[in-house]
């Protein structure tokens, strides 16, 4: 087994690409080692000293390091980890536990604008940032304010701010012209 390795823009935080499925559909995100539980992978990552973050996309596996922790340090540990969990055979997710499509239900006066929102999220956003090993979802709209949540290498990425405001803002704003502002929340 041959997993690569790719920085993202958060310098904090590493793609590795295990060459096979990490999640058939959804993404699954563990901002600290608390929730891990819900996966045998997420476990074994968060094992390696210096992770403070886990998140898996279909075929990429992005982790976050502690401000003190230096690369060469623990990249050919989780390595191991990622190769050892995949060469066992177990499942990435425990038991029934499913991954999420990410964004948060809304419904209500605003529902047709929120359904043209998730599809700009969907078809021209999520693709992107899941190239730089993250994801960003739908958290809410009220009063013209749309709110995403930031996961993997998005959140705490010194450009997500820039990303945010003029990538996904301007694409929002010229699409769907109710659309006022976009804010990060943390979930």
Known sequence: MFIQTESTP???TLKFLPGQTVLEVGTADFPNADGASASPLAQRIFAVNGVTGVFFGTDFITVTKGDD???????PALLGAIMEHFQSGQPVMAGDVQASSGHA???GEDSEIVG????LLDSRVRPAVAQDG??????GFDRGVVYLHMQGACAGCPSSTLTLK????????????EVTEVRPVAV
């Open 166 to 177: 003029m990538g996904i803002e301007n694409l929002l704003r010229h699409y769907i012209p």
């Open 105 to 107: 239900e809304h419904s």
């Open 116 to 119: 043209q929102i998730k599809e």
């Open 134 to 139: 993250g994801d960003i979802t739908f958290h």
């Open 69 to 75: 922790t230096e690369w060469d340090h623990v990249k």
């Open 10 to 12: 958060n310098p904090a």
